[in-house]
């Protein structure tokens, strides 16, 4: 795997490396050590997976607070996503600042997501599925967003949004 740095502080594309022959290619998509070698949170406990129907929906700015912060691999494996990643964490030199990287079944990249900061994607066709590895159990009263459009943050989006929930909607301004 090969891991490149993005201009978040431990946020991660990963690109696989496939070995091909005449019957496709095979690659590593995972490697606890390489993680840890990095640095990189390694101890994951859950995986999730997001379909989505249509072009166009929206789901985040997406974290969970302490004590149950996670870390996300994140991977499209049908379809298309435009994938944010929002640095939330007040220490970091680019406190409110985020990236975004086009991740589709076809490039195959995925996504480190350390602790602290917020995860959205915008999907860019019909029938995209994301598939998640957590380093944290789900816990819904650690649940925390923000708004996908706060003027703090000033997230561009490549597309209209046409679905997104009303909690995803309605999270308040960021203070």
Known sequence: MIFQETQLPD???IHIQPKSDDRGFFAR???RKEFEDR??????????????????TLRGMHYQAEPFAEA???RCTQGAMYDVVLDLRPHSARF????????????RKMLY???GCAHGFLTL?????????????????SARGVRWDDPVFRIVWPEKVEMI?????TYPNFV
Not at 125 to 141: G, H, L, V
Not at 165 to 169: L, V
Request: proline share 3%.
């Open 11 to 13: 946020v991660f594309e």
């Open 29 to 31: 998509s995972w490697c």
């Open 39 to 56: 640095g990189l949170d390694s101890n994951l406990v859950q995986c999730n997976v997001s379909f989505n129907t249509h072009k166009g």
């Open 72 to 74: 996300k691999v994140v």
């Open 96 to 107: 409110k600042d985020w990236i975004a990287v086009n991740l589709t079944a076809e490039n």
């Open 113 to 115: 997501i350390p602790k």
């Open 125 to 141: 066709q019909d029938r995209t599925e994301i598939f998640y590895q957590m380093s944290e159990y789900y816990n819904p009263e």
């Open 165 to 169: 929930s009303e909690r995803d909607r």
